[in-house]
């Protein structure tokens, strides 16, 4: 006699019943008779469904295939799983069931071999902590500019800015630029001036990158190409002129650098803004032979100024001695001048004799005896 038991599926549940291994019938909430020797599994429909053998064999069963929804990702894949609009979860590779009646999700299938994440994926979800671990961040600052590589090829500029990419297979490399200027200093460069005077130089120079690609492709290590190609622009012109003349023109050598660089500069991706000699430094003998030189010149000068002084103070006694001579009253003011000079420095005066005080006194300044 065939014997059968009762079963009870609650709502929400399914249950798989299983012959020798094999599923035979598949029940969704109440109570059902089964045949004696059978093996019940139960599932919350509100949970993903997770079998004990291959959900293969079990998608042969027509009922169980219709009341599942299966999502396959691919070894160079992910998926972003939502439930009614809202994150739930990341899926790896492989094979995933849900209950359709219950399980109401949403997808966003992701080939991590495309590499950078679209502007229209949703950023916020992009930035969760589940998320980030298959994502790698790039940032151009707002200084800088950068050239994108994927696996080696180049793929396009990059302007300032937060970049997100899948990290899949594929090797993304950027290579970033500074777009501030840049200063270049060459301090006490020994030099030889055209007469063959030993000097150092100290010079300043400013640039500014003007291709990306140029600098930082076509050349290699371009800052310091640009110190070299500074120091043989100094070179070229210091060797141009003696030491006087390169004292007396040291603000030439600005026009004459920036010509010089600016095709050269050009050609490792940067654009010279300004050039300029800070210091020129003479070594010790030359330096105290310039100064004697100096010093001598001053001298010179001051010797011209004291002889135009003499001049024009003898010319003035000319003048005044031919005046005096044509004119009687002019003399005597002149005399009375000098007569008050000395009466200046006179302290005491001695008087003799009985004579009276005003007659002695004209006689001293006058030098009569009338």
């Known amino acids: 006699m065939l014997k059968w038991n009762q079963i009870q599926v609650n709502a929400y549940e ?12 598949v029940f969704e909430a109440g109570k059902h008779w089964i045949g004696f020797a059978r093996e019940v599994l139960y599932y919350k429909m509100t949970e993903q469904f997770t079998p004990t053998i291959d959900l293969d064999i079990l998608l042969d069963n027509d009922t169980l295939q219709k009341m599942l929804e299966v999502v396959e990702i691919k070894d160079h894949q992910i998926a972003i799983q939502y439930k009614n609009g809202m994150f739930h979860n990341v899926l790896k590779p492989g094979r995933y069931a849900y209950w359709k009646a219950y399980s109401k999700f949403t997808y966003d299938l992701v080939d991590l071999d495309s590499s950078e994440i679209p502007s229209h994926f949703n950023h916020k979800v992009v930035r969760l902590p589940a998320v980030m671990s298959y994502i790698k961040v790039l940032a151009v600052e707002s200084y800088e500019k950068a050239l994108l590589y994927v696996d080696g090829k180049f793929e396009r500029e990059m302007n300032p800015g937060v970049y997100y990419f899948w990290r899949g297979e594929k090797v993304i490399t950027l290579y970033k630029a500074d777009l501030r200027k840049q200063q270049v200093e060459i301090n006490g460069q020994e030099l030889l001036t055209k007469d063959k005077a030993s000097i150092r130089i100290n010079l300043t120079t400013t640039y500014q990158l003007s291709d990306i690609y140029k600098a930082l492709i076509n050349t290699n290590d371009s800052t310091k190409q640009m110190y070299s190609l500074m120091q043989h622009a100094l070179r070229e012109y210091v060797g141009q002129y003696t030491l006087d003349e390169l004292l007396a023109n040291k603000n030439a050598a600005t026009p004459y650098i920036l010509t010089y660089v600016k095709e050269k500069a050009e050609a490792l991706g940067y654009t010279v803004l300004t050039a300029g000699i800070k210091d020129i430094i003479l070594p010790g003998d030359v330096k105290e032979i310039m100064n004697q030189v100096l010093v001598a010149e001053k001298k010179a000068q001051a010797n ?7 001049t024009a103070s003898t010319r003035s006694l000319l003048n005044t001695a031919k005046l005096m001579q044509d004119n009687d009253m002019l003399y005597k003011l002149k005399e009375m001048e000098y007569v008050e000079k000395i009466a200046d420095n006179i302290q005491n005066i001695t008087l003799q004799g009985g004579g009276h005080l005003v007659d002695q006194l004209k006689t001293i300044f006058s030098g009569s005896t009338k």
């Open 14 to 25: 399914v249950a798989l019943v299983f012959k020798n291994g094999a599923l035979e019938s």
């Open 304 to 310: 011209v100024i004291m002889r135009r002084e003499e």
